[in-house]
């Protein structure tokens, strides 16, 4: 009889030859004491039988959406009791399926309709993974919050030898054991670069390792909103796109992130622990609680550097006259962090108009900081892209237009790096 505290998830199975390794995965799930239901697209039975897999799990696999069973709700039903839906392996036609929200079988209806967390892994031949359109749906699947384990890199069943492997069962197992646990997985995100960065910076081809694991990172992201009365107020012009990519990146490397963000109109990435501020102030305050035990500070927010002196507790009337706001200035929380007896790694960011390298680095030594990038506000504000111009003692380095994610990926590498040696 099954236990309650039982631990179910649902084994999606595409139409990948890595299906085969499905079945080693569903024998070792199930070893761990896991409920695994198996659902198989058609085009994965090809590649595997339903009995095998039924054999090894104990229950009937879900294959047709016209099924009877669950009252013809087996899409809903399924997830409804399971604390996460495993893709392993997901072809690079069902990873588009997901990206772009398609539910033309059971099981891409099943993920459409789940009300529980979604890990793929990826299993490909190696054109097929480094195609521009599977690197698009990725990073949306990794925007949309789905947990994305590998793939890896070597032979592959085609002969050819590149990134696109499905991970080995026993690694998945691990992945998954650790995101049963503790809500994220343990992590063996690949890098998802654009491949002409790629090829310009020379990134390494293997699985991003978690290099910041057990590391603590604070962030701050987004604008600040100074009150000037109840419904009005003085802002920055911040999407908070940058610092969310950064947070999503270190958490790929397994750190510890909080995120505290000032207003912002996108999703957080799921594992940071969020903050939500509204003004400089708050921002501060929030960045001192939460300051212990922190291994770096990127602050990636653009704080105002002015608030209102005196903002009414009421709506104030429109007059015929001038209006005269009396501003004074807000703390500078970077410096502050950086100037501290024993700071963290401190990370700053300058938006310029202008002049970026002279600015940057003015600011950089200004606010004591080991590492600033600097953008150019033109190619930064509010768009998808950037590209991100790193100052340290050693002079400068440019990390080539890419999307914001891909940036942040390359950029936390060289934070983790740098800091290798002082945070190990
Ligand atoms: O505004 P400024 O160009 O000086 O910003 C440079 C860096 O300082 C950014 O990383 C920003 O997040 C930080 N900053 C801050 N508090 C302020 C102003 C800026 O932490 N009041």
């Given at each position: 009889m099954e236990q309650t505290q039982t631990k179910r998830i649902v084994l999606g199975i595409t139409g990948g030859i890595a299906a085969y390794k499905a079945a080693e995965l569903a024998r070792l799930l199930v070893k761990q004491g896991i409920s695994v239901q198996v659902a198989m697209t058609e085009a994965a039975c090809h590649f595997i039988t339903p009995a095998t897999m039924q054999a090894l799990t104990g229950r009937p696999v879900l294959v047709?959406?016209?099924?009877?069973?669950?009252?013809?709700m087996a899409h809903i039903a399924a997830s409804r009791v399971a604390e996460a839906i495993v893709i392993a392996p997901a072809t690079a036609d069902f990873i588009a399926k997901l990206a772009h929200g398609l539910a033309d079988d059971l099981l891409s209806t099943m993920c459409l309709a789940r009300d529980c967390p979604l890990l793929v892994a990826p299993a490909m031949n190696k054109q097929m993974w480094a195609n521009a359109a599977t690197q698009r749906n990725v990073r949306q699947l990794i925007a949309d919050g789905v947990q994305v384990l590998g793939p890896d890199s070597g032979v592959q069943a085609c002969g050819e030898e590149g990134m696109g492997r499905m991970l080995e069962a026993e690694q998945l197992v691990k992945d998954i054991m650790d995101f049963l646990r503790n809500?994220?997985?343990a992590g063996t995100v690949s890098p998802i670069p654009d491949i002409s960065v790629r090829a310009h910076e020379?990134?390494?081809?293997q699985p991003q390792t978690?290099?910041?694991?057990g590391k603590k990172i604070l962030i701050t992201a987004g604008p600040t909103y100074e009150a000037i009365d109840t419904v009005r107020g003085i802002t920055n012009r911040s999407s908070g796109k940058m610092g969310y990519a950064i947070a999503q990146a270190a958490l790929e490397m397994g750190a510890q992130v909080t995120l505290i963000s000032g207003p912002t109109a996108i999703t957080k990435p799921q594992g940071a622990q969020a903050v939500d501020v509204q003004s400089a102030a708050q921002m501060f305050d929030a960045v001192k609680q939460h300051l212990?035990?922190?291994d770096i500070f990127i602050s990636v927010a653009a704080v105002a550097d002015y608030r209102v002196a005196h903002p009414s507790a009421q709506k104030i009337k429109k007059g015929s006259g001038n209006l005269t706001l009396e501003l004074e200035p807000n703390p500078d929380i970077l410096a502050y962090v950086a100037n501290l007896?024993?700071?963290?790694?401190c990370v700053g960011f300058a938006a310029e108009s202008e002049n970026l390298a002279e600015y940057a680095e003015q600011k950089r030594r200004a606010k004591k900081l080991p590492l600033l990038v600097g953008n150019l506000v033109q190619q930064a504000i509010g768009s998808d892209d950037n590209e991100l111009v790193l100052f340290d003692d050693s002079g400068r380095q440019t990390l080539p237009r890419a999307d914001k994610l891909t940036l942040a990926r390359l950029l936390m590498q060289r934070i983790a790096q740098r800091k290798k040696g002082a945070l190990q």
């Open positions: 047709d959406q016209w099924d009877a069973a669950d009252n013809g809500g994220k997985s020379k990134e390494p081809s978690r290099k910041l694991s212990a035990g922190c007896p024993n700071p963290p790694f």
